[in-house]
C-alpha cells in the first residue's frame, strides 16, 4: 500500500494514502455537526477553511464520546466503548487512522499540533460522566474534571485558532471552567435525577450535609444556596479573566470561543438573577437567541 511521511507528535510515521480525508468525507463530518444543532456550528462555519474542518473535527469527536457517556445503557459496554476511542486515538497518532473521524482528525492535528493527552483528557472526563452515579470528592476534583470535559477542549481550539501556547492556554483554563461551572449549576435538577451530584462533598459536608446518598435530598437542604454561590463565585471569577484574555487578543481569530463565552455568560447572568433558592426552575438561552449571538458576534 501507497504512503506519504507525516509528523506527529514530533515523530515521522507513515500514513497510508487511504487514510487521506477528501471532499465527501469532511462533508459528512460537518453534517453530522450540523446535525447535531449546535448554534455555534455558525462561529465555526466562518473560520477560514482549514481551521473550519479541523474544529469541526474536534466537535464531532467531542460529540461522539459525550454520547456514549450520556447515553442509557450499561457502564461496562460504556466503557468499553471510550477505550475504543482511546485505541482508535493511539493508532491515530501512530499514523493508522481508522475510520471516518480518526482520519478527519489526522490532519487538524498535523496541521495544528493537537496534543494527543488532551484527547485522552476528554475521554478520560466522559468516563467520569459515564459512571452509574457521580460524586465530586472535593474541589481540586472538580477542577480536574472541569479540565477533562471543558478545558482539554479549549487547550485544542486555541491551537487550532492560532493563539500562542501561553494564552491560548490561559484561555482554555479560565473560559473552560468558567462554562463548564455554568453547566453544573443550570443542570442541577438533571443531574441529581441521574445520580449525579457535581457539587463537591466538602463544600457540601462545611454546611452540614454530610450524607449524599440521594442526589435529589441534597438539593433539599436549607443551605444548598451557600454552596451554589461558591460555585459561582469562582464561574464568576473565570469569566473575568477569560473577558480579559479576549478582550487582548483579535476577536476574529477567535471567534467560537466569544460566541461561547457570551451565550454562557448570559446564562450565567440569568442563573445567578433567578438566585439559588431557586434551583428547581429552570433558565435557559433559547436557541434563537443563541443564534443571533453567533451570527452577531460570529461576524466581528
Not at 72 to 77: A, H, S
Not at 86 to 94: E, G, P, S, V
Not at 154 to 172: H, K, V
Request: include cysteine; aromatic fraction near 8%.
Amino acid at each position: 500500500m501507497k504512503s506519504e511521511t507525516i509528523e506527529l507528535d514530533g515523530r515521522s510515521v507513515a500514513r497510508p494514502l487511504a487514510a487521506i480525508v477528501g471532499p465527501d468525507d469532511w462533508a459528512q463530518v460537518e453534517a453530522a455537526v450540523r446535525a447535531s444543532g449546535t448554534s455555534f456550528y455558525w462561529a465555526m462555519r466562518l473560520l477560514p477553511a482549514e481551521k473550519r474542518r479541523a474544529m469541526f473535527a474536534v466537535y464531532a469527536f467531542c460529540r461522539e464520546v459525550d454520547d456514549i457517556a450520556d447515553e442509557p445503557g450499561e457502564l461496562d459496554e460504556k466503557t468499553r466503548r471510550l477505550e475504543l476511542w482511546r485505541d482508535a486515538i493511539a493508532a491515530l497518532y501512530a499514523g493508522r487512522p481508522v475510520g471516518l473521524l480518526p482520519r478527519a482528525l489526522a490532519e487538524p492535528i498535523r496541521g495544528f499540533a493537537l496534543r494527543q493527552a488532551d484527547f485522552l483528557a476528554i475521554i478520560d472526563g466522559m468516563k467520569m460522566d459515564a459512571a452509574e452515579r457521580v460524586r465530586i470528592v472535593d474541589r481540586d476534583e472538580l477542577v480536574l474534571y472541569c479540565d477533562r470535559v471543558a478545558c482539554a477542549v479549549g487547550r485544542l481550539s486555541t491551537r487550532i485558532f492560532g493563539m500562542d501556547a501561553e494564552t491560548g492556554e490561559r484561555l482554555a483554563f479560565s473560559l473552560g471552567q468558567a462554562l463548564q461551572l455554568t453547566n453544573i449549576l443550570r443542570d442541577l435538577v438533571e443531574d441529581a435525577e441521574r445520580d449525579r451530584l457535581y457539587l463537591p462533598a466538602d463544600l457540601l459536608a462545611a454546611i452540614g450535609c454530610v450524607d449524599t446518598e440521594v442526589a435529589t435530598d441534597v438539593l433539599r437542604h436549607r443551605r444548598l444556596p451557600e454552596v451554589c454561590e461558591v460555585i459561582a463565585s469562582r464561574a464568576r471569577a473565570r469569566f473575568a479573566e477569560a473577558r480579559d484574555i479576549v478582550a487582548r487578543c483579535d476577536r476574529r481569530q477567535i471567534r467560537p470561543a466569544v460566541v461561547m463565552m457570551e451565550v454562557y455568560g448570559r446564562l450565567f447572568r440569568r442563573l445567578t438573577a433567578r438566585g439559588w433558592q431557586r434551583w428547581a426552575e429552570p433558565v435557559a438561552v433559547p436557541s434563537s437567541e443563541k443564534l443571533w449571538i453567533a451570527l452577531r458576534y460570529g461576524f466581528l
